[in-house]
C-alpha cells in the first residue's frame, strides 16, 4: 500500500467546487494583492486563534521577521531560539540583525526547554523565540514567567500550530506575538506560501502593515525602510475556504495519532509525548526509533513515506558555523536528529491507511 507523507492533490479533489469558485471570483474582482480577500481571511484566522489582529504577510518566515523588526529587535540584540526547528526560525533572527541564541530542548517535547533558555539569558537578550514544534505549543508560562522577570518579549513561532492550544487558551490568547505559516503541507496550507502574524497590539499591527508594504502608512510617504511582503488575494481566498475545514482536519490528525499511540505502544519506538496541558494538532507524528534510519529504508521498501525533521541541528549547520557551536554543546538536540521520524499523520489518510503504517513499524519491530 502506499501511504504518503502528504496528499494535497487528494484535499483539493474533496473541495475543488468551493476552491475553484473562490480562484474564479479573485479573478473577476481584478484585485490581487491585499484587498478584501486578505482582510477577511485576516480577520477569520484572528478570531480563530483568539487574536485581535492578523497581519498577513508572504510567508511565515517573513511573519518571523518582520515581528522582530516591528518590535525594534535588530543589530546588538540576543535572541534565544532552539536549534531543533526548520531553519527558518534562526534565519529570521539573523536577518533582523539580531544574534541567535541557541538554548537545548526538552528532549520529551522536542520544545524549546524554559530552564536552558534561562540560564542563556544576557543583558543583551531582547527576545526569546520558542518553537511550537510538530504541532504542541511550548510552554507559555515558564516562557511567559522567564519574559517577565527579565523584561524580554515572546515571539511564537507558531508555524506548524495553527488550531492548537495550552491550559485551554487557543495560540493567541497569551501575551507575546505569534506567527504562523500557510507552506502547502502545514495544517493550514495556500495554494503558494503566506503567513501571517497575531497580536493583541494594535500599535504593533499597525507597524505590520506598514512594514509589509515598503514601510509605506499610506500613498508614496515612507517612514521607515520596509518589505515587500504581502499576501496575495488568491492565497488568501483559497485558505478562507480550507479554513472552515481545519478543526476537522486537525480532529483527524489527532484520532490517527491516537491510533498509533495504541497500536506502537509495546514497541521500540518512543512515542511522542504530550504536554497534559497542550491541544496538540499533529502537524507530525515524531517518534524516535533506535534504528531509526533501517526503519525509514524498510518503510520506504513497504510504500510508506516518512521524513526525518531535522536531520542536524542547526547549530551544527555549516551556514552558522560563525556562531561558534560545537558538537555535544545541546546533546539533546544532537540526539534527537539521530532518532526522529516522522510518520504519516495527515487528516486526508484512511484508517486502513493508518493502521497499514502501524503493522509496518510493528513488523519491522519484531
Ligand atoms: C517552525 C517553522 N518556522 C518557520 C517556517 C517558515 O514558514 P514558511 O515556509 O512559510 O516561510 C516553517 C515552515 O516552513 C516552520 O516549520
Given at each position: 500500500m502506499r501511504v504518503p507523507l502528504a496528499d494535497l492533490v487528494h484535499q483539493y479533489q474533496t473541495m475543488k467546487e468551493e476552491v475553484d469558485a473562490a480562484i474564479r471570483?479573485?479573478?473577476?474582482?481584478?484585485?490581487?494583492?491585499?484587498?478584501?480577500?486578505?482582510?477577511?481571511?485576516?480577520?477569520?484566522?484572528?478570531?480563530?486563534?483568539?487574536?485581535?489582529?492578523?497581519?498577513?504577510?508572504?510567508?511565515?518566515?517573513?511573519?518571523?521577521l518582520l515581528s522582530l523588526v516591528a518590535h525594534g529587535i535588530g543589530r546588538g540584540d540576543e535572541v534565544i531560539t532552539t536549534p531543533f526547528t526548520f531553519v527558518a526560525t534562526v534565519e529570521a533572527i539573523v536577518q533582523a540583525g539580531a544574534t541567535p541564541v541557541f538554548a537545548d530542548i526538552d528532549p520529551q517535547t522536542f520544545n524549546l526547554c524554559p530552564e536552558r533558555a534561562a540560564e542563556k539569558i544576557t543583558p543583551r537578550t531582547r527576545a526569546i523565540m520558542p518553537v511550537d514544534l510538530f504541532g504542541q505549543m511550548a510552554d507559555r508560562h515558564a516562557f511567559l514567567a522567564l519574559a517577565k522577570a527579565h523584561n524580554l518579549t515572546c515571539i511564537w513561532d507558531a508555524a506548524q500550530a495553527i488550531g492548537a492550544a495550552f491550559d485551554g487558551r487557543r495560540l493567541a490568547e497569551f501575551d507575546g506575538t505569534a506567527t504562523l505559516s500557510f507552506f502547502p503541507t502545514k495544517n493550514l496550507g495556500a495554494f503558494g506560501d503566506g503567513g501571517m502574524v497575531l497580536t493583541n497590539e494594535e500599535a504593533v499591527a499597525e507597524h505590520l502593515r506598514n512594514l509589509r508594504f515598503h514601510g509605506s502608512g499610506g500613498g508614496y510617504y515612507y517612514k521607515e525602510i520596509g518589505y515587500c511582503s504581502r499576501l496575495d488575494a488568491l492565497q488568501a481566498a483559497i485558505l478562507r475556504v480550507k479554513l472552515k475545514y481545519l478543526p476537522a482536519w486537525n480532529e483527524a490528525r489527532r484520532r490517527h495519532a491516537a491510533r498509533y499511540m495504541e497500536r506502537l505502544s509495546e514497541t521500540c519506538v518512543?512515542?511522542?509525548?504530550?504536554?497534559?496541558?497542550?491541544?496538540?494538532?499533529?502537524?507530525?507524528?515524531?517518534?524516535?526509533?533506535?534504528?531509526r534510519d533501517a526503519l525509514k529504508t524498510y518503510l520506504a521498501s513497504q510504500g510508506v513515506d516518512s521524513g526525518i525533521y531535522y536531520p542536524l541541528s542547526l547549530h551544527?549547520?555549516?551556514?552558522?558555523?560563525?556562531?561558534?557551536?560545537r558538537s555535544g554543546d545541546l546533546p539533546h538536540a544532537e540526539r534527537a536528529t539521530q532518532e526522529v521520524l516522522s510518520i504519516p499523520v495527515h487528516p486526508d489518510l484512511t484508517d486502513d491507511q493508518v493502521e497499514f503504517v502501524a503493522d509496518q513499524i510493528r513488523r519491522f519491530d519484531a
Open positions: 471570483s479573485v479573478l473577476e474582482s481584478g484585485r490581487f494583492i491585499l484587498g478584501p480577500e486578505v482582510s477577511h481571511l485576516e480577520e477569520e484566522i484572528a478570531a480563530c486563534c483568539g487574536a485581535r489582529y492578523g497581519v498577513a504577510v508572504n510567508s511565515g518566515t517573513d511573519a518571523l518512543t512515542l511522542p509525548f504530550v504536554d497534559p496541558r497542550a491541544y496538540h494538532i499533529f502537524h507530525q507524528f515524531t517518534l524516535r526509533h533506535p534504528r551544527l549547520q555549516e551556514a552558522y558555523a560563525r556562531l561558534g557551536y
